[in-house]
């Protein structure tokens, strides 16, 4: 099982676009794939499952979700101690897998671990009892039933996208080519070497995902042209500006499904298989 982190601090850059249509790309491929959302924008979520995911004031997200497991996370370790009937309920919980929160996407081969807009409310508790490698557990007793996974994760370094990269084999760096991107992208990096130090030591940086890259222009050639010159690995595969993207978001049908031959579909699929001949 391989897993892919999908991580930028900055907003706005097409995490989730790129998470979701790489993921459709290897379902589509053949290969059992889960998408797991840990943004509580829940983009990605949206994207795949449309109305099912979406959320208001007068909605509640879909359950259950990565915000009932890290809850269930919680839930054991406050259950310590409990005597009586509570003791089955505090195994019941241990027994629950990752595999619980899992819904099946409407196409084959994908499933989709949703995000919740209340996650960020369990940051705290889940810090203080030191839960960060619980994910990571959590995703291990999955191996032998998918080939990849993706995580989308929040635009910020917060417990959560620790959380993922600790759990990850590699991340993928979204970039948009601006000069506040190329700012924010060394200490991007800096917090991604300081995991691979602290916590992960088997975290590949698997390269920078160039997007609304416009190759007539010249100040995104430039800006391309120093993260080389910088050593940084930026992938071959970039991913052009397109309003067939917006379309695949309203239609809730990732670019492999809904325009197989376009131009946009076709940099994914280039993407795709860039990043798996690494």
Do not use: W
């Not at 099912?52 to 269930?72: C, G, R, V």
């Not at 300081?194 to 698997?206: K, R």
């Not at 430039?222 to 595969?237: A, H, R, T, Y």
């Not at 500006?241 to 579909?265: F, G, R, V, W, Y």
Request: hydrophobic share 40%; proline share 5%.
């Amino acid at each position: 099982m391989r897993t892919r982190v999908i991580f930028n601090q900055k907003g706005g850059v097409g995490k989730s676009s790129i998470a979701v249509n790489l993921a459709a790309i290897s379902a589509h491929q053949g290969l059992k794939t889960l998408l797991i959302d840990l943004d509580p924008q829940a983009n990605s979520s949206q994207y795949l499952l449309g109305d099912d995911a979406t959320y208001s004031h007068d909605k509640p997200a879909l359950e259950p979700n990565i915000e009932n497991f890290f809850a269930d996370v919680l839930g054991q370790q406050q259950s310590k101690g409990l005597l009586g009937n509570a003791i089955g309920s505090i195994l019941k919980t241990r027994a629950k897998g990752l595999e619980s929160y899992v819904h099946q996407s409407p196409f084959k081969h994908l499933e989709v671990i949703p995000a919740s807009p209340n996650l960020g409310a369990l940051a705290h508790g889940l810090e203080a009892k030191h839960k960060i490698y619980k994910l990571r557990d959590a995703l291990q007793t999955l191996a032998g039933q998918y080939d990849r996974v993706f995580i989308d994760t929040p635009p910020a370094f917060n417990f959560f996208t620790l959380s993922a990269l600790i759990a990850a084999d590699r991340v993928l760096i979204p970039f948009d080519c601006d000069v506040f991107s190329k700012r924010a992208l060394h200490t991007l990096i800096e917090n991604i070497i300081e995991t691979q130090d602290d916590h992960n030591a088997g975290l590949e940086i698997e390269g920078i995902v160039v997007n609304q890259f416009q190759a007539q222009a010249k100040l995104p050639r430039e800006v391309v042209q120093q993260l080389k010159d910088e050593g940084l690995p930026v992938l071959n595969s970039m991913l052009p500006p397109s309003i067939m993207m917006k379309e695949s978001h309203q239609k809730n049908q990732p670019l492999i499904h809904l325009a197989t031959d376009h131009k946009l579909t076709q940099a994914y699929q280039s993407l795709f298989n860039e990043i798996e001949q690494n």
